[in-house]
């Protein structure tokens, strides 16, 4: 059984995986808007990664014998000034994703809970991906510039991402 403290802050970090999910579809949608269906691609498979992200940490709670409860989800950013603007923004979004998950982490080794500590190791792998990701186009973004033929290349890259695959 979860501690309620472990159980509450798995359940802020549900919707907080909830609320990614959304952001990143608010992204999308800003890509739709440019033409830039390669970015926005990847922005909806982003988008289910966070909500298969969200349903991992679900199921975890209630394979532990806890309660799920959901919190509400903001309204997210819909504008940006750039597509550098946005995955800046991705960016920093995965890297408070990262702290919260470590945060979870440390109350479950002052728990000694052993069973979320091993669930955790994935996740933390998976931002270790996720951060590298985000700042790798960023680092493309800024070699391009405002090179439109270069925006477009990146475009046709970002196209080909497939979603993660299940373990």
């Keep these: 059984m979860l501690s309620e403290s472990i159980q509450q802050a798995i359940n802020k970090q549900i919707t907080y995986e909830f609320s990614a999910s959304h952001a990143y579809m608010a992204m999308a949608a800003y890509f739709e808007s440019l033409s830039l269906t390669g970015f926005a691609h990847w922005f909806r498979v982003q988008s289910e990664e966070e909500r298969e992200h969200a349903l991992r940490f679900f199921d975890y709670v209630n394979d532990r014998g806890g309660r799920v409860t959901l919190g509400a ?85 970002l196209a080909a991402r497939e979603g993660e695959e299940e373990e």
């Design 73 to 157: 989800i903001d309204e997210p950013q819909n504008e940006f000034a750039s597509p550098l603007d946005a995955f800046e923004h991705a960016l920093a979004h995965e890297q408070r994703v990262t702290a919260a998950i470590h945060a979870i982490y440390t109350l479950a080794a002052q728990e000694n809970d052993y069973a979320t500590m091993s669930m955790l190791k994935w996740f933390i792998d998976e931002q270790v991906e996720e951060e590298k990701s985000a700042q790798e186009i960023i680092q493309h973004l800024k070699l391009i510039g405002d090179d439109g033929a270069g925006l477009l290349m990146l475009d046709r890259q």
